[in-house]
């Protein structure tokens, strides 16, 4: 891996405006995602990790506003992106795959059509061409060319995935944003699925912002882990090491609250209360009113997001006195 | 397949409802049609002229042998002899009329369709801008005027105040019918108002409900997608997203011809135009039961029909009506 | 990881709102039930609740009002708008004003019942259909579409026809029986789509009785659509009612605003002139009609505020513009 990052996130905030005022979904977040890493983002829903995989995609929808941060993708600036620049940065260097495949295919036009205006938006070719492509793709995630015309309704649930995974990488982008592409399946599919996308990311080697809040998951497949809570980012480390050592408490207390699935039966603990409202964020740390391990200084001051020992970051007056 | 033969069924069912109303409201009612005739004759007429009388309008017999009756003659297309044009049988008149009023209502329903739809469209693309802003509220205001307003108001103001539109009738008196091309202007002519005041009622609904569920499918996930993709605003709004919202507006179309059809008859009471809506009218001054009981079975099976047409277009429309797949 | 570029950090959540000049609704707005607030806030609906209310007023205080009786010949025919007359005279002597005022009364009267009448009807058939599912399910929705494709206006004249003289009541009556359809319809789906949702299966198990579930936890959900429905309801009643009377399917010695039209036109005011009788109702009933779809319009955006055309996007592009960001946003 080389070390510019491919992806470099700063002090990202997103806001929504209503009719009562202003929701920070998204409150000063910062990461980095490497060439070809897989980088996670976890978190417990409405923790506002959608809001920021969109904010990548420019795809922020009215009331939202990136009202503040930088992102920033093979030295361009993504916020500034306009008109043709937008064009080309939309699929080509960056897509999405969503959660739910049957949502996200249109149901009343086939397949083909549907992977098709995606490559002839952006590469100027003959219809052959696009075709081919087509069903070079259709092949490569597993399913028969000759379904290519069919309508989505008529495939099964795992297919349906595997067909918004083919349309995401017909251009070959170098960075896939993956928003819950399992959370709709079923187990078994879901390793399917699971397997597919690694194998083509070794074949490729894009990068992937993958999306879940199921961290056991997260941390079998990706190389770096960002754990999110009420909009802001708590702790960034690999995989392993938010596994076998975890640093903030919320960390901490969401490894606690998965059964494990072999060793003696332990009582599993959930975080009691709920996360703040994004209207009103605290003054101090936003997890303190929950957290077991709180001390004076948590109602009062927020904590930065500061590197680490073991070289990951954290944002906790406990681990940054 | 199945999905059509499911539809033919529920209209079949339909329409078994609708002769049976139409059989059994005259007989609920107070009196009967034969009464007034007898009485007409002052009590001049024997006992066997009296049965003869009420058999040729279907009330000799028992209760189930008038029905069978009935419907032995419904499939022959016999609706009875028609008591303002006696002896003339009431299909004549019946489907001359009733041409004349499926012209209205089918150049109303299409011309509202396409000019309600694409202002739609355009609104829920441009939301809370100046078309949208304006016209929205309005043409749905529009759509809460009765037919019988517009109608008197268009008439008033175009046909007769500033004589640009004729006073009435379906083609002027001294053209004679014929398949030639002015012939055929000149019956449009005779309809542009007619048509005009059925439209302006009935577009607002269009432009409403297909901006409102274009709208909806904003948020669907595979809009947000083809945005994503980077494909053209043209695209994306067409071929995703109005493609889409056309469906439930053509499953609205069949149910709104009941409706217009209504307006329509209003309509034709103002502008004296030949169709059903003029000779119902005088057929109830006349007491024509034979005409009216006709007009109600002929309507209802113009709007199954029509609504069969809309079962198929659904068919073509939507794929997923179409194979069974999986869900 | 390189220092942050500070140029772009966000206010805080009060400094953004300032700076893109949106103002949170006062306290006592946010604390009215939703129905409420959304009304007052939505100015289409204002309008038309006003109107509608102004109208609803003179027609309850008609006696005060007006100077002349509507049922009785009040002057010389055919006189022109006037100190004595305010809307003239029809042509057949009677006073224009008094009969639009004392018109409203019935119009709005039998619209209302008859609104009410085939919500109610709509509610009963819909939630049971939906609630109750199988084979109760399969019938009443057989009914319903039976009803929503018989054409209502020659089904109507069927039953006036045989009917010698028909009452505005009964007219409210017949329109109610002709048009429950397309509430049934709706409320069948949203009770589909709430039944199927954990509380009520929570309920079910816990014992509760069917109504008791069926008023306590589906009704309340669906609040904004039994309304939605009986403002189009009502709506579809004042109109067919005046349609029907002015083609003479109604009672000519009622006086409502569709007999005063059935009137003029038999009287031909127009072809003489008399514009003074026409207008005035013409006018009442597109007043009366556009008020009711105006507050319509205010159901419509509360039930699903996505169809509200503002969303702020020219004070959230200035603020992206001022920082030299994209304003390609949607």
Partial sequence: MSSDPLMQVQNLTVDYVTEDGIARAVNDVSFDIAKGEAFGLAGESGCGKSTVAFALARLTRLPGLVSGGQITFDGEDVLALTGQNLQNYRWNKVSFVFQSAMNALNPVIPVSEQILDVIEAHKAGDAAFSRARAIEMFELVGIHPDRLDDYPHQFSGGMRQRICIAIALCLQPKLIIMDEPTTALDVVVQRDIIDQINELKNQFGFSILFITHDLGLMIEFCDRIGVMYSGELVEVNDAKTIFTAPQHPYTIALGKSFPPLSGPRVRLEGIRGAPPSPMNLPTGCSFQPRCAKAIDVCATKPANLEAQSDGGLARCHLLNP | ?327 | MTPPDISNIAPSQQALMKELGVKPRPKWLRNLPIGISGLLTNKKGLAGAIIMTAIILCALFAPLIVNHNPFRIAGSPHIRPGAEHYMGTTRLGRDVFSQLIYGARTSLTVGFIAGIASTVIGLIVGISAGYFRGKVDEVLTFFVNVVLVMPALPLIIVFAAYIEKATPMLIGFVLAVTGWGWAARTIRTQTLAIRSKEFVLAAELGGEKKWRIIIMEIFPNMLSFIVGGFVLATIYAILAEAGLEFIGLGDPSAVTWGTMLFWAQRSQALLTGGWWEVWPECIAIMVTGAALVMINFAVDEITNPQLKAGRNSGKVKKYLAKRGRSVDVF
């Fill in chain 2, 1 to 327: 397949m199945q999905f059509l033969l499911r539809r033919l069924g529920f209209y079949l069912g339909a329409f078994f409802v609708a002769i049976t109303l139409n059989f059994f409201i005259p007989r609920w009612m107070p009196g009967d049609p034969t009464t007034r005739i007898i009485l007409a004759m002052r009590g001049r007429l024997r006992p066997d002229q009296i049965d003869a009388i009420k058999e040729s309008y279907g009330y000799g017999g028992t209760l189930w042998e008038q029905y069978w009756i009935y419907i032995v003659k419904l499939t022959q297309f016999d609706f009875g002899i028609s008591t303002t044009n006696f002896p003339e049988p009431t299909s004549t008149l019946l489907f001359y009329s009733a041409t004349w009023t499926l012209l209205l209502v089918g150049l109303a329903t299409a011309i509202a369709f396409a000019m309600g739809i694409s202002m739609g469209i355009y609104s829920a693309w441009n939301r809370g801008g100046f078309f949208d802003s304006l016209f929205t509220p309005i043409n749905v205001m529009l759509n809460a005027f009765t037919p019988a307003v517009v109608a008197l108001l268009l008439f008033y103001s175009l046909s007769l105040e500033w004589g640009i539109f004729p006073l009435g009738r379906a083609h002027a008196l001294d053209v004679f019918p014929e398949w030639s091309f002015s012939f055929v202007i000149n019956i449009l002519y005779h309809a542009t108002l007619p048509v005009l005041s059925i439209v302006i009622v009935t577009f607002g609904a269009w432009h409403l409900g297909m901006r409102n569920t274009m709208i909806n499918l904003l948020d669907e996930d595979f809009v947000i997608l083809a945005k994503a993709k980077g494909l053209s605003d043209r695209r994306i709004r067409y071929r995703y997203v109005a493609r889409n919202a056309i469906l439930p507006q053509v499953t609205s179309l069949a149910m709104s011809i009941g409706f217009v059809l209504g307006g329509a008859i209003i309509t034709e009471i103002v502008f004296n135009y030949p169709g059903l809506g003029k000779f119902t009218l005088s057929a109830i001054q006349a007491r024509d039961y034979s005409f009216i009981q006709a007009q109600l079975l002929l309507l209802t099976s113009t709007v199954l029909i029509a609504n069969m047409v809309s079962d198929v277009l659904n068919l073509i429309l939507d794929p997923r009506l179409r194979t069974g797949g999986q869900h």
